[in-house]
Antibody, heavy 117, light 108 residues
Framework: EVQLVESGGGLVQPGGSLRLSCAAS????????MHWVRQATGKGLEWVSA???????YYPGSVKGRFTISRENAKNSLYLQMNSLRAGDTAVYYC???????????WGQGTMVTVSS | EIVMTQSPATLSVSPGERATLSCRAS??????LAWYQQKPGQAPRLLIY???TRATGIPARFSGSGSGTEFTLTISSLQSEDFAVYYC??????????FGPGTKVDIK
């Protein structure tokens, strides 16, 4: 079964750091672009970062310089290192697979990140 | 940044009726447009990509159309399991994907 499972969410103070993980199974992980998408409670979806098959990385302005996406193909794992966290980063974080046509065809169940003192 | 808008914000439909959802891009995205369905407490699910191609396992009652800046998702006969929030997403400006704010389809 093709699956993505996130972990690592939790409560963190403003200015703190957190590292999210996403375990992939059921497909050749190294062959796909991967993404992180977040969703604040009751709000819409926001693309947070992408990593290509060659390890190239991309971020929107809202997280650039604070978040780092990485992958470890030998472990079929995707990561998101989040530093200098703010209240506005509070959200459910999903990892998603970029399909061959670039839409996100597989999503994890999400992990909740709460930034609060 | 390509800005996506969706209308209406909420659509009230009776089971068995047709639902038509709209999505507009601030600049042309060609046919690089996807639709997702999200139910409460669940992750989004890909419905349509390439503006009009159904993803694997998606019922034929879901159809997409449009290109450039104007797109439509049509659900031909709403079933109980179709009441959800629907998001459009452009992926023309890879990888700087942007989503629309969503349309909630609820029971009339």
């Amino acid at each position: 079964e093709v699956q993505l499972v996130e972990s690592g969410g939790g409560l963190v103070q403003p200015g703190g750091s957190l590292r999210l993980s996403c375990a992939a199974s059921g497909f050749t992980f190294s062959s796909y672009d991967m993404h992180w998408v977040r969703q604040a409670t009751g709000k819409g979806l926001e693309w947070v970062s992408a990593i290509g098959t060659a390890g190239d990385t991309y971020y929107p302005g809202s997280v650039k310089g604070r978040f780092t996406i990485s992958r470890e193909n030998a472990k079929n794992s995707l990561y998101l290192q989040m530093n200098s966290l703010r209240a506005g980063d509070t959200a459910v974080y999903y990892c998603a697979r970029g399909s061959s046509v670039n839409a996100f065809d597989i999503w994890g169940q999400g992990t909740m990140v709460t930034v609060s003192s | 940044e390509i800005v996506m808008t969706q209308s209406p914000a909420t659509l009230s439909v009776s089971p068995g009726e047709r639902a038509t959802l709209s999505c507009r891009a601030s600049q042309s995205v060609s046919s690089n447009l996807a639709w997702y369905q999200q139910k409460p407490g669940q992750a989004p699910r890909l419905l349509i990509y390439g503006a009009s191609t159904r993803a694997t396992g998606i019922p034929a009652r879901f159809s997409g159309s449009g290109s450039g800046t104007e797109f439509t998702l049509t659900i031909s006969s709403l079933q109980s399991e179709d009441f959800a929030v629907y998001y459009c997403q452009q992926y023309n400006n890879w990888p700087f994907f942007t989503f629309g704010p969503g349309t909630k389809v609820d029971i009339k």
